[in-house]
């Protein structure tokens, strides 16, 4: 069965540290792996997604297959980083039967 | 604006009553999907809907159901409301072969 893990539901770090928000899945196929971020519980805003390998806003992720994980890291936190951020994994590769399975979430904190 | 429509924005109902939630996806986007986030559970997917037909159920109770009509709009409707219906609703949506989830600003239900 598809699982998202997110093992920190609270992570606190100082403005300009580091800062990597972990994910792990299980899932037996391809996945599709996504970053939500949720500023206030407003609109859930897509950060990433693994196949564009974009950055935005300074974070980065990498799916390493072998681990399963897909951890959301970025070099020098900003206190506008304070939010809820929600991994996710999409099973359908854009057909009609797809849903999203997210993590628990981490509520990050940054800081001045 | 995420293209993502989602009325009410707030709603506040009382135990036993019943309400109906609408959502407008994204122009060209055939698939719907709603969530309920609360604050014990997360983000819950509920039901997803593709171009008319239901294709996929979740965690969703029996007193909920959901449609979606030709114009591709979506409504939830929600009954014999309990106290812990309350929660954010939110409705996503994703166009057929493209990677990444739309998703609404919530109607935010407070059941008293």
Not at chain 1, 19 to 38: I, T
Not at chain 2, 37 to 55: H, K, V
Request: proline residues 4%.
């Amino acid at each position: 069965a598809q699982r998202v893990t997110q093992p920190e539901k609270l992570l606190s770090v100082f403005k300009g540290a580091p800062v990597e928000l972990k994910c792990n899945y299980s899932y037996s196929g391809s996945p599709e792996l996504f970053w939500y971020v949720q500023y206030s519980r407003q609109r859930l805003q897509l950060l990433l997604r693994h196949i564009s390998r974009e950055s935005i806003k300074g974070f980065t992720a990498d799916l390493n297959k072998g681990e399963t994980s897909f951890h959301l890291k970025k070099p020098f936190a900003q206190e506008e980083d304070s939010a809820m951020y929600y991994c996710a994994l999409s099973t359908d590769r854009g057909s009609t039967l797809g849903r999203l399975y997210f993590g628990r979430g981490t509520q990050l904190t940054v800081w001045p | 604006d995420s293209g993502v429509t989602q009325t009410p924005k707030h709603l506040i109902t009382a135990t036993g009553q019943r309400v109906t939630l609408r959502c407008s996806p994204r122009s060209g986007d055939l698939s719907v999907y709603w969530y309920q986030q609360s604050l014990d559970q997360g983000l819950q997917f509920l039901i997803q809907y593709y171009n008319g037909e239901e294709r996929a159920k979740g965690n969703i109770l029996e007193r909920f159901s959901a449609q979606q009509f030709p114009d591709l709009h979506s409504e939830l409707n929600l009954s014999s409301l309990e106290l812990g219906d309350s929660a954010l609703y939110f409705c996503a949506s994703r166009r057929q072969g493209k990677s990444g989830y739309t998703f609404g600003s919530g109607t935010r239900l407070t059941v008293v």
